[in-house]
């Protein structure tokens, strides 16, 4: 099992995944900030966090 772990060659580092996750944070929170300027606009419409 060792050996595995030993040969594998990683076709990603873990700073990809921080850029990854970096960019969702931001898409979900100018999502966030455009679902809270259409409430103003509706009041009807609200979230549900």
Excluded: C
């Excluded at 850029?19 to 999502?31: A, D, P, V």
Aim: no cysteine.
């Amino acid at each position: 099992m060792l050996k595995i772990f030993k040969h594998y060659t990683s076709k990603m580092s873990l700073m990809d995944d921080f850029m990854y996750y970096g960019n969702r944070q931001k898409l979900l929170q100018q999502e966030k900030a455009w679902l809270l300027i259409k409430n103003q606009a509706n009041p009807f419409f609200y979230l549900v966090s």
